[in-house]
């Protein structure tokens, strides 16, 4: 609308901004905008918003402009201050304000469905229902244009139909093997549409779902089920209730996104002065790269390059598989105590947790947070069982309850798991915040380091 306002003015005067232009007009802009949000509060809301064609997304911003219009010309009526505005100037005005309106409601549309949707960012669903019933219900979720979920996957659990396509969706899974795939793929939620349940232990499966810590939608009328949270919700067109372990409040979400954004880009600057230090000193002991990158799992399965500054030889992965026999970590995780690949300087940036700066990078991009879980290697979450996957329901973070409680004194993979968990099951900013004071002490008096 200020745009729309701005070139009206130009239009109208020749001129964009002006000292009489803001006495004058400066009020009406105002005006305009807190009246906008009333009648848009009023007749307008976003339901049905990705449903509806490009003819009738123009009636609608037609139509929110005639409403505003009218109540502009009531206020003139009313207050007798017409003779003042120009005529030429609220009719260009509006076609203006109609034209930049609909083609940033077009774009927003294919912002959402083109690429959020299509991005790692959204949640990841996978379908379990039977082979009679898949295409439909693909077909009326794809007729509902929803923008913040993709199935991207299908579970047939009446016949085995994996590696087949239905309505261009790959199907992924059968009844055997549908919580083993569930774990090794990319899974946010579940939604469950089974007729009559008589493929699948419903009660079974929802707490299978639970425990490895994805979120479980039922299209289902009425029935009871011992299990956790539930809340009733529309999706993809379906009613549904939706069980998980844990409800998330989204603005509190919101909060430690912000939070995250806010310390990663103080972490960022912090990084840049101490890398001037720590460069030089890798590259003299140590020719190679300076940032060792590799590929962790995060949350719910995704996978991403995390960024540590280099504390090992260049060799050090392939050297790896010598050394597996000394691993000293119980379960899926590797550890030995003073691991010849560690260079000098690799050992004091690991002491004080240097190293692990570049990490802010991860953080600003959204693949972890300041404060989360820690995040496993592929080849960690490759042997995961189902109830291991839980730990992953939160983004991994550069600090948590592992990282603070003798990280390099728990030996047992479990330990950490259940860690890991006790962090997802009472989240909170209030804990992040706790858990950041934490790891300044453990980083100053370095507890739990090698």
Request: glycine content about 6%; aromatic content about 12%.
């Amino acid at each position: 609308m200020t745009i729309a306002f701005a070139a009206a003015v130009w239009v109208r005067y020749g001129v964009m901004f002006d000292e009489w232009i803001r006495i004058i007009y400066g009020t009406i802009l105002m005006v305009l905008c807190i009246s906008y949000i009333c009648i848009f509060a009023l007749f307008e809301s976003y339901q049905d918003f990705f449903k509806r064609g490009f003819f009738e997304e123009l009636i609608r911003v037609g139509r929110l402009n005639l409403i505003l219009a009218l109540f502009i010309s009531g206020v003139f009526f009313f207050f007798k201050i017409g003779a003042v505005y120009s005529r030429v100037f609220f009719v260009t005005f509006f076609l203006f304000n109609m034209a930049i309106s609909y083609l940033l409601r077009q774009y927003f549309k294919i912002i959402l469905l083109g690429y959020f949707k299509q991005s790692k960012l959204s949640n990841k669903v996978m379908l379990v229902t039977t082979s009679t019933s898949a295409e439909s219900i693909l077909s009326n979720i794809k007729k509902e244009r929803e923008w913040g979920f993709q199935i991207t996957g299908v579970a047939i659990v009446d016949k085995n139909m994996a590696g087949k396509e239905i309505n261009g969706v790959p199907v992924v899974a059968h009844r055997e093997n549908l919580f083993d795939v569930v774990t090794k793929e990319v899974v946010d939620e579940v939604l469950i549409n089974v007729p009559n349940a008589r493929h699948l232990q419903l009660d079974e499966a929802i707490l299978e779902f639970e425990n490895i810590g994805l979120t479980v939608n039922v299209s289902i009328a009425t029935f009871n089920l011992r299990v956790h949270e539930k809340t009733l919700k529309n999706f993809g067109g379906y009613n549904v209730l939706t069980f998980t372990t844990r409800v998330y409040n989204t603005s509190s979400m919101l909060i430690k996104r912000f939070l995250d954004i806010v310390g990663a880009l103080v972490g960022l600057t912090l990084t840049f002065f101490i890398s001037l230090l720590i460069v030089p000193a890798i590259l003299i002991e140590s020719p190679g790269p300076i940032i060792f990158s590799q590929t962790r799992i995060g949350k719910n399965g995704r996978r991403f390059k995390i960024y540590k500054f280099r504390s090992m030889y260049a060799d050090a992965e392939k050297r790896k598989k010598e050394l597996m026999a000394q691993n000293e970590m119980q379960g899926l995780m590797f550890k030995i105590t003073k691991d010849p690949r560690i260079t000098k300087v690799g050992a004091f940036i690991r002491k004080t947790s240097l190293d692990e700066l570049p990490q802010f990078f991860n953080v600003l991009k959204g693949d972890m947070s300041l404060v989360g879980t820690r995040p496993p290697t592929e080849d960690e979450f490759l042997q995961y069982e189902g109830r291991h996957k839980r730990r992953l329901a939160l983004k991994p973070g550069i600090t948590g309850l592992w990282q603070v409680s003798g990280r390099s004194d728990i030996d047992n993979f479990e330990d950490v798991v259940k860690l890991d968990l006790e962090y997802i099951d009472n989240w909170s900013i209030l804990l992040d915040m706790k858990l950041l004071l934490k790891t300044v002490g453990v980083v100053v008096f370095r507890v739990g380091a090698r």
